[in-house]
């Protein structure tokens, strides 16, 4: 992780978040991580990533060097909190968000909310609104042991975000639409085991994808064939690649 950025903290409203400030200019390029992951997931794309402009990484509440959530870590909470941080570090839109897994839920709930403030998303394994609830309930029988022997070593914060997800899908369904950005949909093209997801469940994540990449008259799908649920991990080229697509599209002409 030798090019990760040097890491600094901050504290906004109470809630300590570490973050990354590296790069310089246009456009701010922000990446939000996964549940449960932190910012060192994205050591990788550096140092190239850097040439496409600023480059923020961050923490969200609970998560790597930021303090326990100091309020419940709904999507429009997370939202507001990313959207203080930005302010704070003096960091201008429109921002190319770059939403891995769960991250993708806000990247989505950001670009509804705030449209003039967004050039472009890019959405790795993301999760759609539909995949909530869904990949629980097909969960196979070793998914729920493994998930089961994990709450019984850590229980569950009742203001970290998965706690709050549900919360989070209402927030999107009650925002306005996607905006019409440019979109990248990047997908994992192995196959994970069946004793992890079952067949069914497979078929409905995929589904999910596609309905991401129409979340924009601009969307495209990306499937990162060598790549699992980690892109920017086993790929980190094909993500650069995708994020530099977005920000080219959305410095040029469009209707």
Same mark, same amino acid.
């Given at each position: 992780m030798k090019n990760l950025p040097e890491?600094?903290?901050?504290?906004? %409203? *109470?809630?300590k978040l570490q973050y990354t400030l590296s790069g310089q200019g246009k456009p701010a390029i922000v990446l939000i991580n996964g549940a449960g992951g932190p910012l060192d997931a994205w050591y990788k794309l550096f140092p190239e990533i850097e040439r496409l402009g600023t480059v923020v990484s961050y923490d969200?509440?609970?998560?790597?060097? @930021? +303090?326990? =959530?100091? &309020?419940?870590?709904?999507g429009e909470v997370v939202v507001r909190q990313l959207r203080?941080?930005?302010? !704070?570090?003096?960091?201008?839109?429109?921002?190319? /968000?770059?939403?891995?897994?769960?991250?993708? /839920?806000?990247? %989505?709930?950001? +670009?509804?909310l705030h449209p003039r403030e967004v050039?472009?998303?890019?959405l790795? &394994?993301?999760?759609?609104? &539909?995949?909530?609830? #869904? #990949?629980?309930?097909?969960?196979?029988? #070793?998914?729920?042991?493994? %998930?089961?022997?994990? %709450?019984?070593?850590?229980?569950?914060? $009742?203001n970290d975000e998965i706690s709050n !997800?549900?919360?989070t899908v209402a927030d999107?369904?009650?925002?306005?639409?996607? =905006?019409?950005?440019?979109?990248?949909?990047? @997908? *994992?093209?192995?196959? =994970? $085991?069946?004793? #992890?997801?079952?067949? !069914?469940?497979?078929s409905l994540r995929a589904r999910n994808q596609e309905a991401?990449?129409?979340? @924009?008259?601009?969307?495209?799908?990306i499937v990162a064939e060598r790549s699992g649920h980690f892109p920017q991990m086993s790929q980190p080229e094909l993500v650069i690649e995708a994020i530099a697509q977005v920000s080219s599209a959305s410095r040029g002409p469009h209707p």
């Open positions: 890491k600094r903290a901050t504290t906004i %409203n *109470g809630q969200r509440p609970g998560v790597g060097g @930021s +303090a326990r =959530p100091v &309020e419940a870590q709904t203080d941080l930005l302010r !704070e570090l003096g960091v201008a839109g429109p921002f190319v /968000l770059v939403g891995h897994s769960f991250g993708g /839920l806000h990247a %989505n709930l950001f +670009a509804r050039a472009g998303v890019v790795l &394994e993301a999760t759609a609104p &539909e995949d909530v609830g #869904m #990949m629980k309930h097909h969960q196979s029988g #070793m998914q729920r042991a493994i %998930n089961g022997l994990l %709450n019984v070593f850590s229980r569950p914060d $009742p !997800e549900h919360r999107i369904a009650a925002a306005p639409a996607f =905006p019409d950005v440019p979109l990248r949909v990047v @997908s *994992g093209g192995k196959v =994970p $085991p069946g004793w #992890m997801t079952s067949a !069914e469940a497979l991401l990449v129409r979340l @924009s008259p601009r969307g495209q799908r």
